[in-house]
Structures are given as C-alpha cells and as structure tokens.
C-alpha cells in the first residue's frame, strides 16, 4: 500500500455541533469514552498499510495537533509520516479553506510528493474500511476517481450526494441532496447492481456517497489546476463524469456521519447496547488513540446497567444506566445519570486541590453528590455541584442558557463549565 497517501479534512467551523466545536475542531471531538474523532480515519489509514497521511485543518486547531502529536509518531526505522497543513496566508492565497477541494488546492504543492493514487478522508466519521479493498477495486477498474458509496432508503436520499451508475459501476449521474420525486425516481439503481457486490439492499433503492474518494493523482492535480470550484462533492465530482472514468465502490458496513448532535449522541446511545452498530471491541482491527496508562476505574457501590466506563474513573454510590462514562471521570455519591455522555476529565484533583476549591466555595472537577443527568452530554472538565438536576425541565427543543444549550433536545454542558449546587436545568 506504499502507492497510496491520504488527505485527512479537518472540517469547518463544526457549527452543527456545537457548543462542542467552541474550543476545539471537529476531529477533535471525543467520542467513545477514550477516542477523538480523527481516531477513525487514522485508524483505517494504518491498518491498510497507508502510512503517508496530510492532515488539513483550520478551526480551533490546537487541541487537534496536540492529539495528533500524543498519539501517531513513527519511529526512524518506519517508512512514512503524518503532516499538519493548517490553513495560513501564503504567497500564492490569504484566504481560509472554502471547501473541501479548495482545501486540497491550496496544498497541492505539499502534495507534490505523494504517491500515485490519493485517497480524500473526512476527520469526523465514524466507521471501519478496508482501504485496500478501496485501492483495489480502484486499481482494477482502471478508474481516475473512486467514490465509496452506500445504499440508502428514498427518505434520506435528500441528506446526500445521490448518484447513478450503469451495470459497470461506473458513475454517470451525480446530484447533490436532491429533493425531486421525479429525479429521486430517475436515479433508482436496479437491484441486480447490488447483488454484483454482495449487498442485500432490502428497501433502499438510492446510493450515496460517503465523501471518501480515490484520485489518481495526476487526474486530481489536472482537475484542480486553474479551476476556482471549492467542493469536491458538489461541484468538482459531477463536472468530471463527463470526463473521467469516476466509479462507485460499493460498502455496507456500518458509517455514520457525526455532523449533528442528535448524531452524535444516537451513536454513543447505541455503544451502550450488548451488540453495538460499531464495534470498538475487535483485538484484530483496534483503533488507536493516546496511550495514556491510566489505573482501571475505581467502582464503589454503584448499580450500572448497559453503560461504558471508560478507564482512570472514580464511580462512588452512584446509579449510570445507558451512560458512555469519559477517561478519568469522578461521580460522587447519590448521583443518578441516564441516557447521557460523560466525557470525563483531563486531570486528576488531589485532596488539596478539594480541599481549596471548598474554601472557595468550588465544586469539584467531576459530578458533585445527589444530582440528576438525564438526556445530557457532560463535556469534559466540568464542575458540577450537588444537588444538580440537569433534566431540561421546561422540555425544550432549543435553547441557550447561562451553564448550557440544548439541541434536539439534548442537554449539553460545555467544556470546563461550573455548575453551582442546587442548580436546575
């Protein structure tokens, strides 16, 4: 796999997911207990082999880098490296990446020394490829540009890149979230197309893309030289199937993207069942994260049901139940949490530490004693008092408020914030 480097996109401004984007990128997001979201892309990239990885971000970088930076180093005796281009005023630009291949663009003289195909990663989905099955099927269908593609059902054709392909696989129509009935209709694929690739499809009758693409590198360069389009799916992508050879590697596998906070927190909710949609416990395929050689958690009189306890907890007399618990989080007694995301704490406090924030009348770094979390999503660092409730009692869809905001109905209590005892949200 030596013939292939990856383009790692570290995204936008991640507003859809904020106030979890506020302070950090999108990549950045902890999912999982343990993991950041750029976890995936670069989990994938090393099992396949490939091992020659530019990571493009823009916005709130620094938690980002510092991550890359703890987690990925290759020794001297490895072949490879991992490069940060964040976006900066050159030259030849001073303007923000625009979009996704306007990113690529203004890169391009870095990518330069990449190898024969390029593969174009998001750095916020969450799913498990085999890229060399992507590079292959590539290879051998002799394509310039290879979309990953899923089948999905009419109803949730209108959230993605729709296309067509004939009985080859080969793409020859491309629309972007398309809301026709009549166009919907039109870009049907036959069921015989799916069976070539040993998918069932049940119901979905629509492929979409995934936003992960193969480029044979000279078509890539050729495509973006002299040409101002900013987006590869909506603009870059359907131009060229007129004169390229673009095909559609089919996946079923689990793929989410985690753009939204309904997404975000649906996918946690389902890692807390006894059989997950994705799977983080297969010792063949790991995903890899920071070591950071934390004790095993310490429980102590707390009744936990369907819930992930990630390591470095302290748990005392507490109830979780259909909870994701964070590394190194602390939750005091009497303290019920349900249908939430703990992300935990980057510190431990020492009994000093405790000792002083009482004097200052400070809530602890973690959950005080005898509060209630329902349908919420604690960022990391936060103090929260005793006798917290934070259970969106005035049930509200949306909303800001001083300690928090609430999207789709989910609480979510940004980073490093202090909730005072006797609070209710």
Same mark, same amino acid.
Not at 167 to 173: A, K, T
Not at 198 to 217: C, E, L, Q, T
Not at 229 to 258: C, H
């Given at each position: &796999?030596?013939? &292939?480097?990856?383009?790692?996109?570290?995204?936008?401004?991640?507003?859809?997911?904020?106030?979890?984007?506020?302070?950090?990128?999108?990549?950045?997001?902890?999912?999982?207990?343990?993991?950041?979201?750029?976890?995936?892309? &670069?989990?994938?990239?090393?099992?396949?082999?490939?091992?020659?990885?530019?990571?493009?971000?823009?916005?709130?970088?620094?938690?980002?880098?510092?991550?890359?930076?703890?987690?990925?180093?290759?020794?001297?005796?490895?072949?490879?490296?991992?490069?940060?281009?964040?976006?900066?005023?050159?030259?030849?630009?001073?303007?923000?990446?625009?979009?996704?291949?306007?990113?690529?663009? %203004?890169?391009?003289?870095?990518?330069?020394?990449?190898?024969?195909?390029?593969?174009?990663?998001?750095?916020?989905?969450?799913?498990? &490829?085999?890229?060399?099955?992507?590079?292959?099927?590539?290879?051998?269908?002799?394509?310039?540009?290879?979309?990953?593609?899923?089948?999905?059902?009419?109803?949730?054709?209108?959230?993605?890149?729709?296309?067509?392909?004939?009985?080859?696989?080969?793409?020859?129509?491309?629309?972007?979230?398309?809301?026709?009935?009549?166009?919907?209709?039109?870009?049907?694929?036959?069921?015989?197309?799916?069976?070539?690739?040993?998918?069932?499809?049940?119901?979905?009758?629509?492929?979409?893309?995934?936003?992960?693409?193969?480029?044979?590198?000279?078509?890539?360069?050729?495509?973006? %030289?002299?040409?101002?389009?900013?987006? /590869?799916?909506?603009?870059?992508?359907?131009?060229?199937?007129?004169?390229? %050879?673009?095909?559609?590697?089919?996946?079923?596998?689990?793929?989410?993207?985690?753009?939204?906070?309904?997404?975000?927190?649906?996918?946690?909710?389902? /890692?807390?069942?006894?059989?997950?949609?994705?799977?983080?416990?297969?010792?063949?395929?790991? /995903?890899?994260?920071?070591?950071?050689?934390?004790?095993?958690?310490?429980?102590?009189?707390?009744?936990?049901?369907?819930?992930?306890?990630?390591?470095?907890?302290?748990?005392?007399?507490?109830?979780?139940?259909?909870?994701?618990?964070?590394?190194?989080?602390?939750?005091?007694?009497?303290?019920?949490?349900?249908?939430?995301?703990?992300?935990?704490?980057?510190?431990?406090?020492?009994?000093?530490?405790?000792?002083?924030?009482?004097? %200052?009348?400070?809530?602890?770094?973690?959950?005080?004693?005898?509060?209630?979390?329902?349908?919420?999503?604690?960022?990391?660092?936060?103090?929260?008092?005793?006798?917290?409730?934070?259970?969106?009692?005035?049930?509200?869809?949306?909303?800001?408020?001083?300690?928090?905001?609430?999207?789709?109905?989910?609480?979510?209590?940004?980073?490093?914030?202090?909730?005072?005892?006797?609070?209710?949200?």
């Amino acid at each position: &796999m030596n013939n &292939m480097t990856a383009v790692i996109l570290g995204g936008g401004r991640g507003t859809r997911l904020d106030p979890l984007t506020r302070i950090r990128s999108k990549p950045a997001v902890p999912i999982g207990g343990k993991f950041r979201l750029i976890d995936i892309p &670069m989990s994938n990239c090393l099992h396949a082999g490939v091992r020659d990885i530019f990571i493009l971000t823009q916005f709130n970088t620094e938690s980002l880098h510092r991550h890359i930076y703890d987690s990925y180093r290759f020794d001297n005796f490895t072949r490879g490296s991992i490069r940060i281009l964040a976006a900066q005023q050159t030259a030849d630009n001073n303007d923000w990446y625009q979009g996704t291949a306007d990113a690529v663009r %203004k890169n391009i003289n870095f990518l330069k020394s990449s190898h024969e195909h390029i593969i174009i990663l998001s750095g916020d989905h969450l799913y498990r &490829m085999d890229y060399q099955a992507f590079l292959q099927y590539h290879i051998d269908t002799d394509a310039d540009i290879s979309i990953a593609v899923k089948p999905v059902y009419e109803q949730d054709a209108t959230q993605f890149g729709i296309l067509k392909t004939d009985n080859l696989g080969r793409i020859n129509r491309f629309y972007e979230k398309p809301d026709d009935p009549k166009l919907l209709n039109e870009l049907k694929v036959d069921r015989s197309l799916f069976s070539r690739f040993n998918i069932d499809p049940g119901d979905r009758r629509h492929v979409a893309s995934m936003g992960i693409y193969i480029f044979k590198k000279d078509v890539l360069f050729e495509l973006l %030289k002299d040409n101002k389009k900013e987006d /590869f799916g909506k603009e870059i992508i359907p131009d060229s199937l007129s004169t390229q %050879k673009v095909f559609a590697y089919f996946f079923d596998g689990y793929w989410e993207d985690i753009g939204t906070i309904q997404a975000f927190f649906d996918a946690h909710m389902d /890692f807390t069942t006894p059989v997950p949609k994705f799977n983080f416990y297969d010792e063949k395929y790991p /995903f890899y994260t920071r070591p950071r050689y934390l004790p095993a958690s310490k429980i102590n009189q707390c009744q936990i049901n369907h819930s992930v306890i990630s390591e470095g907890s302290i748990l005392l007399g507490s109830i979780i139940e259909q909870a994701v618990v964070g590394i190194r989080s602390y939750i005091d007694e009497g303290t019920f949490v349900q249908r939430s995301i703990i992300m935990g704490n980057a510190r431990y406090e020492h009994i000093a530490q405790r000792q002083k924030n009482n004097e %200052k009348h400070r809530p602890n770094l973690g959950i005080g004693k005898n509060c209630i979390i329902r349908n919420a999503i604690i960022d990391m660092d936060c103090r929260i008092g005793n006798n917290v409730q934070i259970i969106n009692r005035d049930h509200q869809r949306e909303a800001e408020g001083d300690f928090f905001s609430i999207k789709d109905g989910i609480i979510i209590i940004p980073k490093g914030t202090i909730i005072p005892d006797n609070t209710i949200i």
